[in-house]
C-alpha cells in the first residue's frame, strides 16, 4: 500500500557484535588491589542483549485499530496533485500555506481525520481484493469488509466508524446494492462486481469504489470508467465549474468500446447517476458532478471535499430504481411531523442514536437488536422523515462498472486521499 513504511534494514546479531566492542558491566568490577587477579576475574563481563522489538503488522483479516499503528495521530497523506492554469499560483502563496497550516491544526477542520478514515478504507479495501471471489455469498464478502472497517477505525458510536453500507452491486444493477437479512447470493465466476465502501472519523466520510472481475471479458470496461474517473479527479479543482468537469468525464468514458462474444459495445456513462460533494456527516452535499456534459455553472470551492465517481454501461447508459431496498438515511433537515406510529417514534430515537444522518442499512438495525421495524421504517419514509435508496439499475443483459475516489481541495494542492496502490 501507498501509505506503509519500507522496511528499515535490521544488521544481524554476528554484524552488531562485529560492529562494537564488548559493553563492560561497571557495578560487578571489584575495586583495583595489589594483588594479582585470580584466573578469570579480570575479564569484562557481556551485558545480556535485550530482545529486539518487533515491528507491529497487520493482521490477517485486518482487526488491528490504526492507533496502534499511527501513536501520534498523523496519518499517511494521499496523493497530492497541482492545481492547473490560474490557479498554478497557490502552490507557493504564503497566504495559503498559512491557511491551510490554520485549517489542518483546527480539530474541526484537520486533515487528520479524512486521512485516518481513507488509511483504514486502504487497508481493508487491500483485504477485500486479495479475498473476494467466485462462491462467496454477498453477505460474507459485506460482513467481512465491514468487521475490518470497525476494527481498524475503532469504532465508538458517531465518533467514527462504517460511513455508509457496503455496496456490493452486480451485472446490471450499478449502486446501492448491499444484502438485506435472508439474501442468499452468491457471487459467480463471470460478474461483474462494484465494492463501494464507506468509513468515517469524527462525520469526514471517505467515499472510494472499485470493480472487480474474475476473468477478462470486460477489463475495457472497467479501463473506460477507471480512466474516466482519473480524468474527472485531474480535472477538478478550484473554481472549476461542474457542468464542465462532467464534460470531460463523458469524452474519456465514451472513447472506450467492449467486445463480448464477438459485439462490440460503446462504452456510454451513465447520464442519471454522479459524483457528489461531501458535508460533515452528510455523505451527499448538494453539489453533483454528473458524467455527461451538462449547464450546471455551479462551482468547486476551496476547502470542500468530493467524491469523484464514475459509472459506465454496455447498455442503455441510463439506470431506473429496481430491486428490494436496503439502503437508508435520514433526512439532513426532517420537517416536523407528527408521527402516529408509537414504533416509528421508536425507530426514529434508534437512527438518531445510532445513526445521525449517516446512511445505514436493514442488516444494521437486526445488528443493534432491532426486529419487525419495516412498517415503522415505512411509515418514516412516507413522512418523509427518513429517505430510501432503492438499487440504481440499468437494464438487463448489460454491465455496469464504477471507481471512485474522494478529494479534498486544499487551499494549495488537490489531495487525493483515498488513492492506494491498487487505484
Keep these: ?57 497487520q493482521s490477517d483479516p485486518p482487526r488491528l485499530g490504526l492507533s496502534k499503528f499511527f501513536s501520534d495521530g498523523i496519518y499517511p497523506e494521499g496523493e497530492i496533485q497541482p492545481y492547473k492554469d490560474d490557479n498554478t499560483w497557490r502552490m507557493t502563496s504564503e497566504e495559503k500555506r498559512y491557511n491551510e497550516k490554520m485549517a489542518n491544526e483546527d480539530p474541526e477542520t484537520t486533515y487528520q481525520s479524512i486521512r485516518r478514515a481513507a488509511e483504514v478504507h486502504r487497508q481493508v479495501r487491500q483485504h477485500a481484493r486479495k479475498t473476494i471471489r467466485p462462491g462467496m455469498t454477498m453477505t460474507e464478502i459485506v460482513e ?72 477478462h471479458t470486460y477489463d475495457k470496461l472497467l479501463d473506460a470508467v477507471k480512466a474516466a474517473t482519473d480524468t474527472g479527479i485531474r480535472e477538478a479543482g478550484i473554481d472549476v465549474r461542474l457542468g464542465e468537469l462532467a464534460g ?17 459495445y460503446p462504452v456510454k456513462p451513465i447520464e442519471n447517476l454522479s459524483g457528489h460533494n461531501i458535508n460533515l456527516y452528510q455523505i451527499h452535499g448538494g453539489k453533483s458532478v454528473l458524467l455527461v456534459k451538462n449547464d450546471d455553472q455551479t ?17 442503455r447508459g441510463r439506470i431506473v430504481e429496481a430491486g428490494e431496498c436496503s439502503h437508508y438515511a435520514r433526512v439532513f433537515d426532517p420537517p416536523h411531523v407528527p408521527l402516529r406510529l408509537t414504533s416509528a417514534k421508536s425507530l426514529l430515537k434508534t437512527i438518531n442514536k445510532n445513526f445521525g444522518t ?66
Design 1 to 57: 500500500m501507498a501509505a506503509d513504511d519500507p522496511e528499515l534494514f535490521q544488521p544481524t546479531e554476528e554484524q552488531e557484535d562485529n560492529a562494537q566492542p564488548d559493553e563492560v558491566d561497571e557495578g560487578d568490577d571489584e575495586p583495583m588491589t595489589g594483588d594479582v587477579p585470580a584466573a578469570g576475574e579480570g575479564k569484562k563481563k557481556k551485558k545480556k542483549k535485550k530482545p529486539k522489538k518487533k515491528k507491529l503488522e
Design 144 to 215: 467481512n469488509i465491514e468487521a475490518g472497517t470497525r476494527a481498524l477505525v475503532e469504532e465508538n458510536g458517531l465518533e467514527c466508524g462504517v460511513g455508509f453500507p457496503t455496496g456490493v452491486s452486480l451485472n446490471h444493477c450499478a449502486a446501492h446494492y448491499t444484502p438485506n437479512a435472508g439474501d442468499t447470493t452468491v457471487l459467480q465466476q463471470g460478474d461483474v462486481l462494484k465494492v463501494d465502501i464507506g468509513v468515517h472519523v469524527k462525520g469526514r466520510i471517505a467515499d472510494s469504489a472499485f470493480t472487480l472481475t474474475f476473468d
Design 248 to 264: 470531460y468525464i463523458q469524452e474519456t468514458m465514451e472513447s472506450y468500446e467492449v467486445e463480448v462474444g464477438g459485439k462490440v
Design 299 to 315: 462551482k468547486m470551492e476551496e476547502g470542500e471535499y468530493f467524491a469523484i465517481e464514475t459509472f459506465g454501461s454496455t447498455g
Design 358 to 423: 449517516l446512511p445505514w442499512c436493514r442488516r444494521y438495525l437486526d445488528r443493534i437488536g432491532e426486529s419487525k421495524y419495516l412498517l415503522a421504517l415505512n411509515h418514516l419514509v412516507a413522512q418523509g422523515i427518513v429517505q430510501d435508496y432503492p438499487p440504481l439499475c440499468d437494464q438487463r443483459g448489460s454491465m455496469t462498472a464504477q471507481f471512485e475516489h474522494t478529494i479534498l481541495l486544499r487551499p494549495t494542492c488537490k489531495e487525493v486521499v483515498t488513492r492506494g496502490e491498487d487505484y
